[in-house]
């Protein structure tokens, strides 16, 4: 009876220790592809997506109007929120926004999904006592990533900021 107890013990025990250990394996992946993904994207931050802002906001200056280009790094902490990897540019609409965090005055941000190798763009047109929108305007992957679609983003609030 005793032999009995103990091999049915030990199935149940090693059953357990093999989906852990294969737990543990699925999450060292996961985190591997996130922080592949996390790293593919910071290169693209540097190479297409910063400077497509950055010409953009040169391009609005010349116009008169002042803008910043901002980054977010990956596990910021921001008003007591973890944030993840981001970029974009803020409309300088009055001097206090400045001294502002990026989401109180019009923006827009594309930020990293890195589980799905994914670019996603938000937006907002609101800043303060001055009404707006804003919310999600659609993700992209990584190789579909383009300046134009980046301009046209940005150019579709600078439309709604400006109209």
């Known amino acids: 009876m005793t032999d009995d107890v103990n091999a049915r013990l030990d199935e149940i025990f090693n059953a357990r220790s093999q989906k852990e250990a294969e737990a543990l394996r699925i999450k060292n992946e996961i ?3 996130q922080k592949s993904n996390l790293q593919d994207f910071l290169e693209l931050q540097e190479s297409l997506i910063r400077p497509t ?8 200056k010349d ?8 980054d977010i790094a990956d596990g910021e902490q921001i008003s007591g929120s973890t944030r993840v ?5 803020q409309f300088l609409l009055d001097t206090a926004a400045n001294y502002r965090n990026a989401n109180e005055y019009p923006h827009v941000t594309l930020t990293v999904e890195k589980n799905t190798r994914t670019v996603h763009f938000s937006y907002s047109t609101m800043s303060p006592s001055r009404g707006g929108s804003a919310g999600g305007a659609g993700s992209v992957s990584f190789e579909a ?3 134009e679609l980046i301009n046209d983003k940005v150019i579709k609030v600078i439309s709604d900021l400006y109209k």
Do not use: C, D, M, Y
């Open 63 to 70: 116009r008169g109007h002042n803008t910043k280009v901002f």
């Open 85 to 89: 990897a981001s970029i974009g540019i």
């Open 145 to 147: 990533l383009t300046p």
């Open 31 to 33: 985190q591997q592809k």
């Open 53 to 60: 802002l950055e010409s953009l906001a040169q391009k609005l």
